[in-house]
């Protein structure tokens, strides 16, 4: 049997190692932490258990493919629900607006408390839906790096409807001529962060995402969003693919222009193929840093960051939900502290997601367990310890203003990631959330294609090479990746 060797057992490292055995490979997996996952992975602090960082769950269907294609019932390894209500958003006037799934309620529900008419929702929705069929085929599923993605009928099409797929716009632009009330703009303003990037400035093709959340639907793990990441393992152990934790590689060993196995620990494996799950700017600083370096590739604007407060809290709010999103009054002005002052704003946007509301045993009982994140700029070596003392500050404020209580004396217990621990724990580079940004029209044309075009036989999957980040994105790698082998 022919051997392969996965760098990273990131999501994406999980899914290729479970492709490739099914391919008949025998697959040795090197991590650098002592537990699987990378940046999807759990923390428990005294009876608290949170998901350490992706938090929305969209596209199930990806995760499912992996267990059937192994012969498995998906049901029998992982199961989720669909959410009634997508999201909860707040603002400081007191407006509060519930997402739900059923497009009529949501667009009842928009025109009832904005006056904005349901039908500007479902022209949104089908604009959404019209640059996913277009462009999902093309974008997602494929490789942009080879000639008959560019020549199949797919492509002829999305060429025909270039003009619809909002390229030439801005998101924010976009959205200001689809809605009229601000808080709407806002509101699908937000869905750029989904993969950090800005709407001010990110082409309007990325309104693509709500047709996700909207009109495909917004999941939850019925054991969290850490049981993606456990029960992939678990098939793939299943399968035969050896886990090596604590085993950080140092170089990918290259001979001819061939990639023939990885140093670790000082020692040499070899294999017959290897798959890189690591960010790829740090892997060229380090395992590849001896090879051919793709500049144009490695020095495009990062997405942006996140901190995040892990707070146990000794109280029930029966008003918030899973997903719950407190708006700030200027997100123009936010943006700008991220993407151009590489700062934060002091009215941030502040997202709280409960797992507790879904999951009780997350938190003891009639307590929270709230993951309190808010967008920042990537690492740039910025002060972290005062801005993030700042950024507590405020996030406790604009909580105590809108939700009528003394946050802070809830808190029982405490823990914070930010830009410096992700790149840290994950080693993505600046502790970016997503690889590189999708803030111009050429990004996805930019990321690091799914093969090495200089090293035979090296391949890469993660949420920093095509078709991008997030969890069902970094599926795809893995799936696009292993269909070239
Ligand atoms: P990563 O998770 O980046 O893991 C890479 C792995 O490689 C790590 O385990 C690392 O230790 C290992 N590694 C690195 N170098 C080496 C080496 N030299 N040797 C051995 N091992 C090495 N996505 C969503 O879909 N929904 C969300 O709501 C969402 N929210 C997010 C919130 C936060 C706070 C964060 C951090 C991310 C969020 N994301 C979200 C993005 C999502 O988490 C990522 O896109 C995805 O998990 C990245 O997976 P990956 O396969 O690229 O690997």
Redesign the pocket.
Known sequence: TKKAII???????IASSIRLALKGFQVEL????SYP????SEIEIEGYRFDA????FTLPEQVDELFRLAGKNPKDYFEYEKLDVACQYFWEDGTRLKAYSDLNLFAEEVQTKLGEPAQNIREALRKSAFIYDSLAPLFMNRSLHQLDTWTNPQALKSYLRIGKLGIFSTMNEANRQQFSHPKLVQLFNRYATYNGSNPYETPATLNIIPHLEFNIGAFFPKKGMHDITMSLYKLSTELGVNYHFG???EKVLVENGEAKGIRVKGKDQFADLLVN???MVNAYK??LKEEKQPKLLLKQPKSSS?L?FYWGIKRDFPELDLHNIFFSDNYALEFEHIFKKGTIYDDPTIYVNITSTHKSDDAPEGCMNWFT?INVPNNQEQDWDKMIAEAKRNILHKLNRILKTDIESLIEVEEI?DPRT?ESK???AQGA??GNSSNNKFAAFLRHANYSSAIKNLYF????VHPG????L?LLSAKIMSEMI
């Open positions: 760098i990273g057992s990131g999501i994406a490292g090197f991590e650098a932490n996952g990378g940046k999807l960082g992706p938090s929305l085993q950080k590689v799950n690591m960010d380090t395992i996140a995040i994140m990631l992700i994950t080693s993505s959330l997503y999957c993660g949420g920093s980040g997030g969890i069902p970094c």
